[in-house]
């Protein structure tokens, strides 16, 4: 049972760094997919 206070099960500094990477990568992604939303080909409606 000594070897279970030797290592440590959950390490929170790499835990809080892979949260804060994932979090990065979400807000990119949404950044990118509302960019493409809003700067496509604006098309004249006013010929409908």
Same mark, same amino acid.
């Not at 070897?3 to 990477?21: D, Q």
């Not at 994932?22 to 949404?30: E, G």
């Given at each position: ?8 099960? =959950? +390490? ?12 990065? =990568? =979400?807000? =990119? ?8 939303? +809003?700067?496509? !080909?604006?098309?004249?409606? !006013? !010929?409908?």
């Amino acid at each position: 049972m000594k070897i279970l206070h030797v290592i440590p099960l =959950v +390490s929170w500094e790499n835990g809080i760094w892979m949260i804060g990477v994932f979090a990065a =990568v =979400v807000i =990119v992604l949404i950044g990118a997919v509302l960019a493409l939303m +809003s700067g496509g !080909k604006k098309e004249d409606t !006013k !010929k409908l």
